[in-house]
């Protein structure tokens, strides 16, 4: 049967990413492509539908193009002036459609080029267009939805793309063919010849639901823990061997091998498709949606050879894995969980005075300053003691914090942390309290999603701790509006989930433009890859800098550019940008790597040391990172910088507990330039400030409008 024939039987509601690839190959290659053999609104001249008489030819969005693509480009246009805005205000939405930008994609139009090629089309179709069409379409516009519009002009579009854009197309088909990120349930031909159990453990926070995953984990003859954290992995690996089950560590800054282990406990970005697993747990899965770090989750799913796999996280990501374990073939059952005790919303706030703190409670603030300066407050003006966690602190610090926490026969009864305390430690925590809903972004003030102020607040109250029952409230009574609102509210459906392309993928495409730098290499793939609609390509800004910063660096080759630019390093430290420059200069030119850096010798006295600290662990991390990603001789000193990583960490908890002053000092030691720099860090942050989002004044506003009923003393919510 003629390929044309079957594209005239789909109906106007085929979707044009399902078209073949063989038909638009046709049309490419094609001298003069047809209309009827590409567009799914096509009809045979000797077809029932063009015989009845009482057809419109302005219906059929391929006659509008046969009767405008035959015109020649007249002297003047026929258009009066506001049929011509009327019909531009048109097109410009079309550019703005997502519906039609993702089924250019099918033309191999990538998406930075939709919008160019939907202002060429619509000065061809304007400069052509005569008043009875522009009135017909003006008319559907006024009539129909925007979509139906969208929909009736996609295959004009279509068309004029084959006719004049032909070259592009042919180019961007190319690229796209060394780019194609679709299907990516294919890349693993091993897992998907396995008929695999995906067991979805589904519910909130002190719920059982990783507890029940690890105890089958432990049950099994072989496993694999896959966890978002170092901190939980490291967590696991203890608990686990504890417990009487060898089991492995497997990060990227550390390897533990334990003798006639069949287990192991990894970080998801670092975890094996190559080994065979009885059973596999793949923590926090909702992680598929995250926009730097979704693809690891996304990999592991698609691609662990095991025959169960134990997924565990909250409802937003259940409809797409459902959608994903269609296409591998693979069993899902769901195993829905319940809080063990509901989360509790405590009415009375602290009211702005941390003088109202408890033991047990748990301050959560967005900033490292204003960790500090709670703090601060709280030691002074109460007889609480507290404990410090933050994103910055190495998970050694971390865990020797939340072990101090949580030990009942010291004075440290009170945790000051940021949002690491949402996921990776196991905390007495009987009420949570945010000191604030608001979150710097870099660019200005946001709420803080309901999701995550749910991953947060379910961290209050654990089963078989002192604390079963958990609160949460907040410390300024005008954000508990927010967080009723933010409880109540359903987890929100993710629509797509994170993908990456690895290295051959990449290789491939570097091929095309073998004299792009690494970093405009990876934009570049990232404007040509083709996507399939429940995946998003993942935002590597920090890669992207490192891979600029690295330009300098002459004589690396693509593999070893990109494992330098996905070493664990916080591209806002200079300090640490600096060593990873000096790592990699030194490998290029063949040398052994040093550290370059001496062993601290005492705890910090101030805020600046604290900070000299952080950075001087995340160098031994970084170090020990790329000692795993080279050749063991290119990287000798992994022992020290092990012995390095462990004494600092030591440092970093005994200059906490004895932390007590603002973290302003750390201007006192720094140079001209460096109070220069911080200025204008602070200065952007304030002017970041002024420019708080329309939701955080939106919210603001609904605030003073709503009249204030007196609250219940306690709010039960099931969350």
């Known amino acids: 049967m003629a390929l044309s024939t079957l594209l005239r039987r789909s109906s ?34 000797t077809t ?13 969005p391929i006659q509008i193009w046969s009767n405008i693509s035959s015109l020649a480009l007249p002297d003047k246009t026929q258009l009066p002036k506001s049929q011509w805005d009327a019909l531009t205000g048109i097109f410009r939405n079309f550019a703005k459609s997502p519906w039609a930008m993702d089924q250019a994609l099918s033309l191999y139009l990538p998406s930075s080029s939709f919008r160019p090629a939907v202002g060429k089309f619509r000065l061809f179709f304007l400069t052509r267009c005569d ?60 897992a998907r010849a396995m008929k695999r159990k995906i067991i979805y453990h589904c519910g909130p926070t002190n719920s059982g639901k990783t507890y029940n995953a690890l105890c089958r984990f432990m049950e099994a003859k072989s496993g694999v823990y896959c966890s978002p954290l170092r901190l939980l992995a490291m967590e696991v690996f203890d608990k686990v061997n504890s417990l009487g089950v060898y089991c492995s560590l497997h990060t990227g800054q550390e390897k533990k091998r334990v003798p006639f282990s069949d287990h192991v406990a990894c970080t998801v970005e670092v975890v094996s498709t190559d080994e065979m697993y009885e059973v596999a747990v793949i923590d926090e899965v909702q992680m598929m949606a995250d926009h730097s770090r979704g693809y690891a989750w996304t990999r592991a799913l698609l691609g662990l050879k095991a025959d169960e796999i134990h997924l565990c996280g909250d409802p937003s990501v259940l409809p797409i894995v459902k959608s994903i374990i269609a296409d591998t073939g693979d069993d899902l059952i769901i195993n829905q969980y319940n809080r063990f005790k509901p989360l509790v919303i405590e009415a ?18 967005f ?108 410390y300024k009574t005008e954000d508990l509006d927010y967080l009723i609102e933010c409880l109540q509210k359903p987890f929100e459906e993710a629509k797509k989930v994170g993908l990456f392309p690895c290295f051959e993928q990449v290789e491939l495409f570097a091929g095309q433009y073998p004299k792009l730098g690494f970093g405009e290499l990876l934009e570049k793939f990232r404007e040509n890859c083709r996507l399939d609609g429940m995946y998003f390509f993942c935002n590597q800004d920090g890669v992207r800098k490192v891979a600029n910063m690295l330009e300098q660096v002459q004589g690396l080759t693509l593999k070893e550019r990109y494992n330098f630019c996905f070493a664990p390093c916080n591209v806002r430290d200079p300090k640490a940008m600096n060593h990873l420059f000096k790592f990699a200069s030194c490998y290029s030119k063949n040398r052994r790597v040093n550290i370059s850096m001496g062993m601290p010798t005492r705890s910090a006295k101030d805020d600046f040391e604290l900070l000299d600290l952080e950075t001087k662990h995340q160098v031994v991390s970084m170090y020990l990172w790329l000692s795993y990603h080279f050749e063991e001789d290119v990287f000798p000193y992994k022992e020290r910088a092990e012995t390095m990583a462990n004494g600092i960490a030591e440092l970093l908890g005994e200059s906490l507990e004895k932390a007590c002053w603002k973290p302003e000092s750390r201007n006192q030691k720094r140079g001209r330039r460096e109070e220069r720099e911080e200025g204008e860090d602070r200065e952007e942050r304030e002017e970041g400030e002024k420019r708080t989002s329309p939701l955080v004044r939106a919210f603001m506003m609904k605030r003073k409008n709503v009249t204030q009923e007196n609250p219940s003393s306690l709010l039960d919510f099931g969350v």
């Open 12 to 45: 106007t509601r085929l979707s044009f990413p399902l078209l073949s690839r063989l038909s638009l190959s046709l049309s490419l290659s094609s001298p003069s492509p047809s209309p009827l053999l590409f567009s799914p609104f096509s009809s045979s001249s």
């Open 48 to 60: 029932k539908e063009t015989r009845d008489s009482s057809s419109s030819s302005f219906n059929n």
């Open 348 to 365: 009375k706030t602290l009211s702005s005075d941390l003088r109202n703190v408890k033991s047990g409670d748990c301050i959560v603030a």
């Open 367 to 474: 900033s490292r300053r204003e960790i500090f300066e709670v703090k601060l407050a709280i030691e002074k003006n109460t007889k609480h003691k507290c404990c410090v966690i933050y994103g910055a602190l190495p998970p050694e610090t971390r865990r020797q914090q939340a072990r101090l926490f949580n030990d009942q026969d010291n004075e440290y009864d009170v945790l000051v942390a940021s949002d690491a305390v949402g996921m990776g430690l196991n905390l007495n925590i009987r009420r949570v309290v945010f000191h604030s809903l608001g979150k710097y972004n870099g660019d200005k003030i946001v709420l803080v999603s309901p999701s995550q102020v749910k991953q947060i607040a379910g961290r209050a109250g654990r089963r078989g701790s002192v604390f079963p029952d958990g609160l949460v409230t907040t």
């Open 131 to 190: 008043v009875e069409t522009a009135k017909h379409l003006l008319d559907m516009a006024e009539l129909e939805s925007e979509e139906a519009v969208h929909r009736f002009l996609f295959p004009i579009f279509a068309e004029f793309c084959l006719r004049e854009l032909k070259d592009d197309l042919m180019e961007y088909k190319k690229l796209s063919e060394t780019a194609d990120l679709t299907k990516p349930h294919t890349w693993y031909p091993f």
